[in-house]
């Protein structure tokens, strides 16, 4: 039953994410394969800071230090990679934001503090921390990386930056989650002291979670660095936006219940919708008010179509 | 439900977008505006000025600004939105000379005309048209170590770190620096340009009772003279822009020396002007324009008469009072205070 709900649910939002795109299509004939590669290049930042959240999310906490861990890992590679070119600039920078997820998920495991308040200060820390790297945005991005979110010549028609999401969301989380650390995870977020009675090692599972999260948020800066070609220290919007599209797909905070595809496709749906409102010459002083309307207005929907079937199926 | 939303809303978009459909011929342009800090004084005054300067020449039908809070890739995001939307020119205030390239050097392969206002961008063929920076900072600076006596402490309030304005204010303001080698900065902060943050860090520093005898801001000016008169601490030499609030409290409070330094952010209605001189063939010799500052203090009667003369009861107290630059902007006062662009009734 519950695997019929979340799918069920990421169905749902794949339909309402063509349903936009027909809208923008409908609003700007012109709208093709141009505007959906730079869809996917928006959408890229926004797409790994929510796999960060929502694997967070998944084992019962959350982090608020996701988009510092972005900024500290896009300043970290733009330095490096002035020095020492791309692939080691690359590997350095996905274990610094490993191991700044590990440093949240450790403290929040020791200290016992709550997790909001414990990455809260953490997300002051790293924030600080991306400042001391590099004052002013500045460093640089290797070209190839520049060019390999750019346009669609992996696979004809598809777009690199929504191909790079996939396959390397899909590549670190389908092994975890067929693993048993996958299983302990899902158990921990469910309920911490039966998944404890029952064997899981809960302290580990949260502290390894959050560093996957800190992981996803090193591919997010990466992307950022990708995306502008220079590290930039202070922080984006992708904290909020990121909550936003954990609980638009399907995850429910509090732990346990969700993937990682539903958030990402909400990811998609947020980006055109930001752009239906542009290419309409929506006020700009409305068009975050639509936005929240909106995505209330789906979690409702969605809430309310689950009770309903709840009541049908019993 | 899906499919009443996409007929409701193909009915709406084709009402609306008709007329852009014309703009193909000489006129009718459509302009994209791109900006990255919402609820700023400046910001806003910018924003409106575009929108007057907007509906008054006559060549400009659609107005489209994309206007948040955002970082470079967000920009980048909402310029590619812009390009999407087939505007036939982008004035912007960018987050950074370097990041928006991809979008811009895009944008100008496909014939659209780029203003960067405020600030520079490195994208070729790109035109900028921006308030001189540096020399805003030096100007302000150098009044303020001369006016504290060549030597003294002074707290340094400065904008956002990493932005490319508070990068070449700093410029400016350290090169004041070094022609008064005997003045020390005692504080320097970082105020976001947020009036309540700003108003709190003065707030704090006066609590350490730490002595200073000047204070040099980035613009978030007429809060930090209200923090000295809440707290009842001593005046001491206060440098500003010309922001409507503080320009009136150079005037109206006693016992305080100041100085503004005008820095318009109707420089976004000059920005709009100079796009439609580019569409209709008319561009300008050099890239880059540069308006220069002047600065306004209250300590001469000279000073005094020419901020009474710039001075402007209607306007919203964060707004710069210099509302127009004569030779680029031709909307009247009541114009930008309306803040109403083309095709929005």
């Given amino acids: 039953m519950n695997l019929i709900r979340k799918q069920a649910w990421v169905m749902g939002l794949l339909g309402l994410f063509v349903a936009l795109l027909l809208v923008t299509k409908l609003i700007q004939p012109n709208f093709g394969v141009n505007g959906l590669e730079s869809l996917a290049r928006a959408a890229l930042p926004f797409a790994f800071a929510t796999a960060a959240m929502a694997v967070a999310v998944i084992v019962g906490g959350i982090d608020l230090s996701v988009a510092s861990m972005m900024a500290v890992c896009s300043v970290t590679a733009a330095v490096l990679m002035e020095g020492i070119g791309g692939v080691p600039a690359i590997t350095i920078t996905l274990a610094v934001g490993t191991l700044m997820g590990l440093i949240n998920g450790t403290l929040v495991v020791v200290t016992r503090v709550p997790d909001i308040v414990v990455t809260l200060a953490m997300l002051f820390v790293w924030q600080g921390t991306a400042l001391l790297i590099l004052e002013t945005p500045g460093g640089a991005a290797t070209p190839w990386m520049r060019n390999a979110i750019t346009g669609s010549f992996i696979v004809p028609g598809l777009p690199n930056a929504l191909i790079i999401v996939a396959v390397t969301v899909a590549a670190v989380w389908i092994p975890i989650r067929r693993s048993k650390l996958g299983l302990a995870i899902y158990a921990t977020g469910s309920d911490e002291t039966a998944a404890f009675r029952s064997g899981v090692a809960t302290g580990r599972t949260k502290a390894m979670a959050y560093g996957i999260t800190g992981l996803f948020s090193a591919c997010g800066g990466l992307s950022l660095l990708a ?26 905070l509090g ?7 539903g958030p990402i496709i909400a990811v998609f749906i947020l980006r055109i919708i930001r752009t239906i409102l542009t290419l309409a010459g929506f006020d700009p002083n409305v068009t975050t008010i639509v936005e929240g309307t909106i995505m209330v207005g789906v979690v409702m929907f969605g809430a309310f179509l689950v009770q309903r079937s709840r009541r049908q199926a019993a | ?21 014309f703009a193909e011929a000489h006129g009718g ?43 470079s890739a967000g920009q980048l995001e909402d310029l590619n939105n812009l390009i999407e939307a087939g505007v036939d020119a982008i004035v912007l205030n960018p987050s950074g000379p370097d990041a928006l390239n991809s979008a811009l050097e895009t944008a100008i392969d496909q014939g659209i005309v780029v203003v960067a206002v405020d600030a520079g961008v490195t994208a070729d063929g790109a035109y900028i048209l921006s308030n001189n920076q540096e020399e805003y900072a030096y100007l302000g600076a150098r009044w303020l170590f001369e006016q504290i006596g060549g030597e003294g402490d002074v707290v340094y309030m400065r904008g956002i770190a990493g932005v490319s304005a508070d990068t070449d204010r700093n410029n400016g303001f350290q090169r004041a620096l070094e022609e008064y080698p005997d003045v020390e900065i005692v504080h320097e902060v970082f105020t976001g340009w947020q009036q309540d943050q700003g108003k709190q860090q003065m707030f704090d520093f006066l609590a350490t009772g730490i002595p200073f005898d000047g204070v040099w801001t980035s613009g978030i000016d007429n809060v930090i003279v209200d923090a000295f008169l809440e707290s009842g601490a001593p005046l001491v030499p206060v440098v500003g822009a010309d922001n409507a609030g503080f320009v009136s409290q150079l ?19 000059a920005g709009i002007a100079l796009a439609v001189d580019i569409l209709n063939g008319d561009a300008p010799e050099d890239r880059t324009v540069l308006v220069d500052p002047v600065l306004w203090e209250n300590t001469t009667e000279e000073g005094r008469a020419t901020i009474e003369a710039a001075q402007n009861p209607d306007l919203d107290p964060e707004w710069p009072v210099s509302t127009t630059i004569p030779g680029w902007t031709d909307y009247t006062l009541e114009q930008i205070i309306a803040c109403d662009g083309p095709g929005q009734g």
Avoid: K
Wanted: aromatic share 4%.
């Fill in chain 2, 1 to 21: 439900m899906t499919r009443f939303l996409t007929g409701a809303a193909a009915l709406a978009m084709s009402v609306a977008f008709a007329p852009a459909a």
């Fill in chain 1, 255 to 261: 732990g346990g219940v969700g993937g990682l595809l």
């Fill in chain 2, 29 to 71: 342009y459509t302009i994209g505006v791109s900006n990255t800090v919402q609820g700023n004084g400046w910001r806003e005054e910018m924003i409106c000025a575009m929108r007057a300067q907007a509906l008054v020449e006559g060549d400009v039908t659609d107005l489209i600004v994309a206007h948040r809070n955002t970082d």
């Fill in chain 1, 227 to 252: 995306l502008t070609g220079v590290g930039e220290p202070v922080p984006g919007p992708y904290l909020l936006a990121a909550v936003a599209s954990v609980v638009l797909g399907g995850v429910i």
């Fill in chain 2, 251 to 269: 005037l109206e409070v006693d016992g305080l020396e100041g100085a503004a330094v005008t820095n318009p952010g109707s420089v976004g209605g």
